[in-house]
C-alpha cells in the first residue's frame, strides 16, 4: 500500500493539477438522469455488494460525484453522517434541495481532486461513476485517502464496458477505451475489484429510450433501443474498493 501510494504521487508530481470533467448526461438532462437513477439496480445488487465489502453502519460516508444528490438519501439510512461533495452549480442547488429534511446529510461544492473536507475525516468515500476511469485519476484517489480515516474504505463504481449488452454499446462510442489498462492501473494500486451484475428496469418504453438518448451517439442509441424489445437489460458494474491501512502516513 505504501508503494502504491508513493507511485500515486510521483504520477502527479510535474502534471497540471486536472480539471473538471464534464458529466454531458446529468449535466444536460438532470430530469432524464433521475429516470435513469430510478431505474438502475432495480435489486440493490450494488448497495447489498458494498455493505459486504464495507459495513458502513454508523460511520460518516462522503458520495464524490453526487450529483442530484439521489443516492445521499440512501446512503443515510445507514450512516451517521453523509456529505455530497459535486462540482456542477446546478447539480450541487439540486442536491441540497433534496437532502434539506435530512438530518446529517449535507451537500458541499467541491472536485474529487481538492476535497473540502479535514484530512481523517469519514470512514466511506463512495464514487459511482463520477470521476474515476483508470490512469489520469491519481489526484482524487490521493484525496480521498487524504480525508479517509485510518481503515476507512474508497469504493470507486464503474460500468464493466467488458459486459453485454451495456458494455457493447459503450465500446461502439468509445473506441479508445482500454479495458485492460484500466483494470491493471486499479490492480497496480492495490484496489480489489468485484463484478455485479444489476438489472435496469424502467416503467414505460418512453423513459427507457429517452436514457439511451443521453447515455450514447444518436447512431448507438438507436441500436440500443431496436435490441431492447421489453423495459428492462442487464447491466454489470465493477465495484473497486481500496482500505487505508491503520497507521497510514502519506508522503508529502
Given amino acids: 500500500m505504501r508503494w502504491a501510494v ?28 433521475e429516470i435513469e437513477n430510478r431505474a438502475q439496480d432495480v435489486h440493490g445488487a450494488l448497495w447489498a455488494a458494498l455493505h459486504d465489502r464495507y459495513d458502513y453502519r454508523g460511520c460518516e460516508v462522503l458520495d464524490v460525484g453526487c450529483g442530484a444528490g439521489f443516492h445521499l438519501p440512501v446512503l443515510a439510512r445507514d450512516a451517521t453522517s453523509v456529505i455530497g461533495v459535486e462540482p456542477h452549480p446546478p447539480l450541487v442547488k439540486m442536491a441540497a434541495a433534496r437532502i434539506r429534511d435530512l438530518h446529517g446529510v449535507s451537500v458541499l461544492a467541491g472536485t474529487a481532486q481538492n476535497l473540502p473536507l479535514a484530512d481523517s475525516s469519514v470512514d466511506l468515500v463512495h464514487a459511482r461513476t463520477a470521476y474515476f476511469f483508470g490512469p489520469g485519476c491519481e489526484p482524487g484517489i490521493l484525496e480521498a485517502l487524504r480525508v479517509l480515516r485510518p481503515g476507512g474504505v474508497l469504493a470507486v463504481i464503474d460500468l464493466d464496458i467488458t459486459a453485454t449488452p451495456y458494455g457493447a454499446w459503450m465500446r461502439a462510442d468509445l473506441p479508445d477505451y482500454k479495458p485492460t ?17 444489476t438489472l435496469w ?16 451517439s444518436p447512431a448507438t442509441a438507436a441500436k440500443a433501443i ?3 424489445s421489453g423495459l428492462e437489460f442487464p447491466v454489470r458494474y465493477l465495484l473497486r474498493t481500496l482500505r487505508k491501512p491503520e497507521g497510514l502516513i502519506l508522503p508529502g
Wanted: glycine letters at 4%; proline letters at 8%.
Fill in 6 to 33: 508513493r507511485a500515486l504521487k510521483k504520477a502527479v508530481t510535474g502534471q497540471d493539477r486536472p480539471q473538471i470533467v464534464p458529466s454531458p448526461n446529468i449535466w444536460h438532462w438532470p430530469q432524464i438522469y
Fill in 181 to 197: 489498462a484500466v483494470a491493471a492501473f486499479f490492480a497496480e494500486h492495490d484496489f480489489t475489484t468485484e463484478p455485479v451484475d
Fill in 201 to 216: 428496469r424502467f416503467s414505460n418504453r418512453d423513459h427507457l429510450e429517452q436514457v439511451l438518448g443521453i447515455e450514447f
Fill in 226 to 228: 431496436a435490441q431492447v
